[in-house]
């Protein structure tokens, strides 16, 4: 019996010895360790900007602007409302011309321009028209599933929303369905999305980026146009709102003016066109 008891303080002296250690080795980690940031975190947080404003041009307080895009000198625009959707062109500042009607029962809606053709969605129709960029002129149409919001391109791709938080990637010449890629904001999904805009290689970013309006909010989302995290959150809040009160005439339109870090953006029936810069938060002291 000794023998037994004697072998089990053994086997309790051994235990308490390793378990000394392993504390003692702990305690030496912990004191000669100091906290790391979490990078993977750090990574994905979002820049906070604003909208600063540098000029303020005459736009169509008529248009309910679906989508808006730069084409050299003259903008692109396409509006929405059953009975009043079609597009326009317009020197910036200047009326509106060659203006596109859809028929009263369709609802228009994003656009871009890709090569010699442009394509133009519709609401819940399922139609995307592609038109002639010179003339406008119906060149044929094609179907997809779900809804269309917001349109953009890069050469190589065109950049669709449906009011979720996934884009969906498709062909420039023919429309078909590539692939899609949900955005998310430090992995959170980021839904109703709208307008887009597409910026090759952004100044901002040093990466092909998407800048999204958020449907009924004043942010607009800018988006790593390969993984679909939000990069920056824009608070366009400050950007006066001078459309007659209705709750339908929300920030919406987007267009970049390359070769520079500035950005034309309006709104539904505003009558405004700012040209602006997305600046942090901490260095908007004022405007020029």
Known sequence: MQCMIDAMRSIVSLISHATVALAGSLAVAGCSLSPQPDHDTAATTPERLEARI?????????????????????????????????????????????????????F???????????????????????RDATTFQQLGTVSYEGEGWGLCHFDDRVIMSNGSDE????????????????????????????????????PATGKDTIYANVFLSTDIMRIDATTGAVTGIIDASSI?????????????????????DRFYITGKRWPDLYEVTFVSKMSNHGQS
């Open 54 to 106: 540098h000029k303020v041009h005459r736009f169509d307080p008529q248009a309910f602007t679906q989508g808006l895009e730069l084409d050299g000198d003259r903008l692109l625009v396409s509006t929405g409302f059953y009975g009043e959707s079609g597009m326009f062109s317009m020197e910036v500042g200047n009326a509106p011309q060659q203006r596109t009607p859809l028929d009263p029962e369709l």
């Open 108 to 130: 228009g809606e994003g656009i871009t321009k890709t090569g010699d053709h442009i394509w133009q969605l519709t609401w819940r129709d399922g139609i995307a028209f592609k």
């Open 167 to 202: 884009l969906i990637i498709r062909d420039p010449e023919s429309f078909d369905e590539r692939s899609r890629i949900r955005v998310t904001n430090q992995g959170n999904g980021v839904s109703n999305l709208n307008e887009l805009e597409c910026v090759p290689n952004d």
């Open 240 to 260: 006066p709102n001078n459309a007659v009160a209705d709750t339908n005439n929300v920030l919406n339109g987007i267009a970049w003016i390359p070769s520079s």
